[in-house]
């Protein structure tokens, strides 16, 4: 049974660089699937950031593009996600997820337990 | 405003059926796939149907999907008290070298 695990800081400094790592257990990154990043804002839906191939292709958000990147370590069976230049609007639990992509196909499953990141000074 | 539109709120009594609507465009439901996913009070959000109707394994018959055009719907028969969540539709969106758009969510009450 695939599971994940976000893992990092919870509060973050307004300018400051956001880092979180998604450990998985139970499947092998390197045999396949992509890996991803959602958010949600308190009180509000979800946002997709983007995935990442462990090969390196990688879709991200048009809107965070300027500012994103998600990285895979093979070697320690996890990924992790990079915001920079983080405001209040960058407040949200952080959601990993393996994702499955192909063509008009793309949906996440399963979904880690979710990670609260505040941005405050 | 999310691109994927749905009613912000809708409820139903135990035994009931509800029905929630995902309104997209051409780009989105119009041409790929429709995804609802589901999420429970504090809980990280859990998939519920996959290629527009499909159930994964565990997730009740109660629960089902259709699409049509630009449009996309989830329904629950024999509503429970369980159901109460938050359920989000989601699709592939093929513009800006393509990316994941999701609904705004639609708040399921049991009365």
């Known amino acids: 049974q695939v599971q994940l695990q976000e893992s990092g800081p919870g509060l973050v400094k307004p300018s400051e660089t956001l880092s979180l790592t998604c450990g998985v257990s139970g499947y092998s990154i390197s045999s396949g699937y992509f890996w991803g990043w959602i958010r949600q804002p308190p009180e509000r839906g979800l946002e997709w950031i983007g995935h990442m191939y462990h090969s390196g292709s990688t879709y991200y958000n048009p809107s965070l593009k300027s500012r994103v990147t998600i990285s895979v370590d093979t070697s320690k069976n996890q990924f992790s996600l990079k915001l920079t230049s983080v405001t209040a609007a960058d407040s949200a639990v952080y959601y990993c997820?393996?994702?499955?992509?192909?063509?008009?196909?793309?949906?996440?499953?399963?979904w880690g337990q979710g990670t609260l990141v505040t941005i405050s000074s | 405003q999310s691109v994927l539109t749905q009613p912000p709120s809708t409820s139903g009594t135990p035994g009931q059926r509800v029905t929630i609507s995902c309104s997209g465009s051409s780009s989105n439901i119009g041409s790929n796939y429709v995804y609802w996913y589901q999420q429970l009070p504090g809980t990280a959000p859990k998939l519920l149907l996959y290629?527009?109707?499909q159930r994964p394994s565990g997730v009740p018959d109660r629960f089902s999907g259709s699409k049509s055009g630009t449009s996309a719907s989830l329904a629950i028969s024999g509503l429970r008290s369980e159901d109460e969540a938050d359920y989000y539709c989601?699709?592939?969106?093929?513009?800006?070298?393509?990316?994941?758009?999701f609904g705004g969510g639609t708040k399921l009450t049991v009365l």
């Open positions: 989601a699709a592939w969106d093929d513009r800006l070298s393509g990316h994941v758009v």
């Open positions: 997820a393996r994702a499955y992509t192909s063509g008009p196909l793309c949906y996440f499953d399963p």
């Open positions: 290629n527009n109707y």
